[in-house]
């Protein structure tokens, strides 16, 4: 977003001038502005086996999961909950690379 503000109330300028008096300012504060890529995130949670652990982990590195959070043994009979967020046009291959390598023995939820 960019914002051009005029201290200066005249007319001399007319209607054309100011708009492109305006956008040339914008073009050039765009030109050397740095820029970001921004993603949307999805939620994930996880209910995992502990003998599971290290086959997850390494799967949630190579796709640069964020907020990662690990609660031990916290739904019982040593299922371990993994929260977390990845990039929305990631979430599909995740969850599929989850389900293939751990055989159906992981709960996935998503948010």
């Known amino acids: 977003m960019a914002v051009v503000i005029r201290y200066f109330g005249g ?8 708009v492109r008096a305006y956008g040339g300012v914008m073009s ?3 030109k050397d502005a740095p820029t970001c890529v921004v993603k949307s995130k999805v939620a994930m949670v996880l209910g995992v086996p502990f003998d599971l652990l ?3 982990y390494p799967l949630l590195q ?3 999961v964020g907020n990662l959070k690990h609660d031990y043994d916290v739904v019982g009979d040593g ?6 967020e990845v990039d929305f046009d990631k979430v599909d291959i995740l969850e599929q690379l ?4 751990c ?3 992981v709960t996935i939820s998503i948010f």
Request: positive net charge.
């Open 103 to 105: 055989h159906g023995r």
């Open 62 to 64: 190579s796709h640069q």
């Open 54 to 56: 290290g086959s997850i």
């Open 11 to 18: 007319i001399k300028l007319g209607t054309g001038g100011l």
């Open 98 to 101: 989850i389900k293939n390598s």
């Open 28 to 30: 050039d504060c765009l």
């Open 79 to 84: 299922i371990n909950q993994i929260k977390f």
